[in-house]
């Protein structure tokens, strides 16, 4: 494909692919596994069949594949899934054959690919507007969503291999749970095995992306970052159904709220925000299943507050990663913001020579990071497009190791951020101890868990 500027590759693209289709879906027994099967076409010249394998062993009922709910589940799946292919053209009309939606769930839906593709949109440099966007034609039949599965007061716990769902997992290490991982990674099972759980004790799904996709990436169609969180949501709802544990308890804080780039509405973290959890209950509880709680176990808290309880579960240091890069090799890069943020919100909290058998160096003392630092900080216009804590909460941690560290031993970059123009108010901006002891009062989590955690973070 001839390369050309991204808004002007987004507009050829519509025209020259108007539809996108979402012809059907497939339930594929096998003796093992179950396989959830997807069709998608992009004007009858594209076509792709991604797959879920699920493992038959995490149904606690098998009658439970006839039942309405699965199926408005699994299409659902499909919904949140089409993104992913969709983008690769934008194409301004997508026809959904196999379920009805009506306005309310339209509109829903097209908020989701508006804000949930906002990093796309931005750093595609794409002009457009929430309407304007794309036009969602339900072709298909209602489903009645009339929950009728046993339903048990257990924990469904998403593990993504991060710090942040180590925390859930110890804090509900009384209650009864069943991890959930989709595509694991090697971390995640270590965190499992590390947790008290076997994989025959977890549920596991296995997602496989069409080449075709793929192939489309590799010739210079649109692509980018997608609401990843949000097909985590609606997987976790199969999970649920599939164990009879009715409550979803994610890990997401609320630092996740905070905008990437300052004053918009463009979030890296939109479907982890506090503002996608309301809408995602308000959907599923109007049109999939009223037995579901679906919550954030640590919404309440912020990064600082996560990283404090976190430094106490050691047991966890060998093995966490919250690095992409380092991922396929079970490792920090110590090349990205993830890595850099993950030191320093940790920094506060552990010596450095802890840190450095976690990371293999001081990620501090590394110059080239001060381009990741000053966006951590605040210097830069926009933070980086990783899942990262808010600015205050970066300063804050700052703030604390420039109080503790003697001057003539400052790393690299701490004697940057003392040079900044602006450096004393900054420091002085940011109260530490207050956001140690915050609590964000926009959340869904339960009476009983709620105590539980004021026990752990306050008393």
Same mark, same amino acid.
């Given at each position: =494909? !001839?390369?050309?500027?991204?808004?002007?590759?987004?507009?050829?693209?519509?025209?020259?692919?108007?539809?996108?289709?979402?012809?059907?879906?497939?339930? *594929?027994?096998?003796?093992?596994?179950?396989?959830?099967?997807?069709?998608?076409?992009?004007?009858?010249?594209?076509?792709? @069949?991604?797959?879920?394998?699920?493992?038959? &062993?995490?149904?606690?009922?098998?009658?439970?594949? &006839?039942?309405?709910?699965?199926? !408005?589940?699994?299409?659902?799946?499909?919904?949140?899934? =089409?993104?992913?292919?969709?983008?690769?053209?934008?194409? $301004?009309?997508?026809?959904?054959?196999?379920?009805?939606?009506?306005?309310?769930?339209?509109?829903?839906?097209?908020?989701?690919?508006?804000?949930?593709?906002?990093?796309?949109?931005?750093?595609?440099?794409?002009?457009?507007?929430?309407?304007?966007?794309? %036009?969602?034609?339900?072709?298909?039949?209602?489903?009645?969503?009339?929950?009728?599965?046993?339903?048990?007061?257990?924990?469904?716990?998403?593990?993504?291999?991060? @710090? &942040?769902?180590?925390?859930?997992?110890?804090?509900?290490?009384?209650?009864?749970?069943?991890?959930? =991982?989709?595509?694991?990674?090697?971390?995640?099972?270590?965190?499992?095995? !590390?947790?008290?759980?076997?994989?025959?004790?977890?549920?596991? +799904?296995?997602?496989?992306?069409? $080449?075709?996709?793929?192939?489309?990436?590799?010739?210079?169609?649109?692509?980018?970052?997608?609401?990843?969180?949000?097909? *985590?949501? +609606? %997987?976790?709802?199969?999970?649920?159904?599939?164990?009879?544990?009715?409550?979803?308890?994610?890990?997401?804080?609320?630092?996740?709220?905070?905008?990437?780039?300052?004053? %918009?509405?463009?979030?890296?973290?939109?479907?982890?925000?506090?503002? +996608?959890?309301?809408?995602?209950?308000?959907?599923?509880?109007?049109?999939?299943?009223? &037995?579901?709680?679906?919550?954030?176990?640590?919404?309440?808290?912020?990064?600082? !507050? *996560?990283?404090?309880?976190?430094?106490? =579960?050691?047991?966890?240091?060998?093995?966490?990663?919250?690095?992409?890069?380092?991922?396929?090799?079970?490792?920090?890069?110590?090349?990205?913001?993830?890595?850099?943020?993950?030191?320093?919100?940790?920094?506060?909290?552990?010596?450095?020579?802890?840190? *450095?058998?976690?990371?293999?160096?001081?990620?501090?003392?590394?110059?080239?990071?001060?381009?990741?630092?000053?966006?951590?900080?605040?210097?830069?216009?926009? @933070?980086?497009?990783?899942?990262?804590? %808010?600015?205050?909460?970066?300063?804050?941690?700052?703030?604390?190791?420039?109080?503790?560290?003697?001057?003539?031993?400052? $790393?690299?970059?701490?004697?940057?951020?003392?040079?900044? $123009? +602006?450096?004393?108010?900054?420091?002085?901006?940011?109260?530490?101890? @207050?956001?140690?002891?915050?609590?964000?009062?926009?959340?869904?989590?339960?009476?009983?868990?709620?105590?539980?955690?004021?026990?752990?973070?306050?008393?």
């Amino acid at each position: =494909m !001839q390369q050309k500027d991204s808004h002007s590759l987004f507009h050829d693209l519509r025209k020259k692919y108007p539809t996108f289709l979402f012809e059907s879906y497939s339930v *594929i027994p096998s003796r093992n596994d179950l396989t959830l099967e997807f069709s998608f076409s992009i004007s009858d010249t594209f076509f792709f @069949k991604p797959r879920l394998i699920i493992s038959l &062993d995490h149904f606690h009922d098998r009658t439970i594949i &006839d039942s309405p709910l699965f199926h !408005q589940i699994v299409i659902h799946i499909g919904l949140i899934e =089409m993104i992913s292919y969709w983008k690769a053209t934008c194409s $301004p009309k997508v026809i959904i054959r196999p379920v009805h939606l009506d306005k309310w769930q339209v509109d829903w839906w097209k908020k989701l690919f508006y804000h949930g593709l906002g990093e796309f949109i931005y750093t595609n440099s794409i002009e457009t507007d929430q309407e304007s966007l794309v %036009t969602l034609l339900p072709e298909g039949n209602s489903i009645s969503s009339h929950s009728t599965f046993h339903s048990e007061e257990g924990y469904i716990v998403p593990i993504g291999g991060g @710090k &942040d769902s180590c925390v859930s997992l110890r804090l509900l290490s009384e209650y009864p749970c069943r991890p959930y =991982m989709l595509n694991p990674r090697q971390s995640a099972s270590q965190i499992l095995r !590390q947790s008290g759980f076997t994989e025959s004790e977890s549920v596991i +799904f296995h997602r496989n992306i069409h $080449p075709q996709l793929l192939e489309l990436n590799r010739k210079g169609f649109l692509n980018g970052h997608t609401p990843f969180s949000a097909l *985590i949501a +609606f %997987t976790s709802l199969l999970a649920s159904l599939l164990t009879g544990y009715r409550n979803i308890a994610l890990s997401n804080e609320s630092s996740a709220n905070e905008a990437t780039v300052p004053h %918009t509405t463009i979030n890296h973290q939109y479907s982890k925000t506090f503002e +996608f959890e309301n809408d995602f209950r308000e959907y599923c509880f109007s049109y999939i299943s009223r &037995d579901i709680n679906y919550f954030s176990l640590l919404r309440p808290l912020n990064e600082l !507050q *996560i990283a404090h309880l976190f430094s106490g =579960m050691r047991e966890y240091f060998p093995y966490f990663r919250s690095c992409n890069e380092g991922s396929h090799s079970d490792s920090w890069c110590g090349r990205c913001a993830k890595c850099l943020f993950t030191y320093i919100i940790l920094s506060p909290f552990l010596e450095e020579n802890e840190l *450095i058998r976690i990371f293999g160096y001081n990620l501090l003392d590394n110059y080239l990071l001060k381009d990741l630092f000053d966006q951590l900080t605040g210097v830069s216009d926009e @933070k980086p497009f990783e899942c990262v804590g %808010t600015v205050h909460e970066v300063n804050a941690a700052v703030r604390v190791l420039l109080e503790r560290i003697p001057g003539d031993k400052l $790393p690299l970059l701490l004697r940057h951020y003392q040079s900044l $123009p +602006f450096y004393s108010d900054r420091v002085d901006a940011f109260s530490w101890h @207050k956001l140690l002891q915050n609590y964000d009062p926009a959340h869904f989590v339960p009476l009983e868990l709620e105590k539980m955690i004021r026990k752990e973070v306050y008393e």
